[in-house]
């Protein structure tokens, strides 16, 4: 069952509009729950090893969806480069169905002091 993914996405209030605009690193399970979106957010797609100060300066995105896990690097890694490089929007991490999604979610959100994290499962 796919979450929906404004059901994740931090709102102000009671208003829980979709972003306007997300970075996709190295997620592809993110964007059928992306496109499922009214109205559809602009989608920019990174490989993590190209992620930098300028990327995010240039392409300003309202929320980051990346990988919980993928070989070579984890949502920890992304969100420790996030945090290096000064962004302070909202993360969304996919995953598959965990055994302790409670436990996982609260490991990325201490991980990111200040920055609203949550966790999306998906399948």
């Known amino acids: 069952m796919n979450i929906p993914f404004t059901n994740h996405l931090p709102s102000e209030g009671a208003d829980r509009r979709p972003p306007r605009s997300v970075l996709v690193i190295e997620a592809p399970e ?14 920019m797609a990174v490989r993590f090893a190209h992620l930098s100060r300028m990327l995010l300066e240039k392409l300003d995105p309202d ?27 909202h993360i969304c991490a996919v995953s ?28």
């Open 30 to 43: 993110a964007m059928p729950l992306i496109e499922a979106l009214e109205p559809r957010p602009q989608v």
């Open 63 to 89: 929320c980051i969806a990346l990988p919980l896990l993928r070989p070579g690097f984890d949502a920890l890694h992304v969100i420790e480069r996030l945090m290096e490089l000064g962004y302070r929007g």
């Open 96 to 123: 598959p169905p965990l055994p302790d999604q409670t436990m996982v979610e609260a490991e990325l959100r201490a991980a990111a002091p200040g920055i609203t994290v949550r966790l999306i499962i998906t399948g």
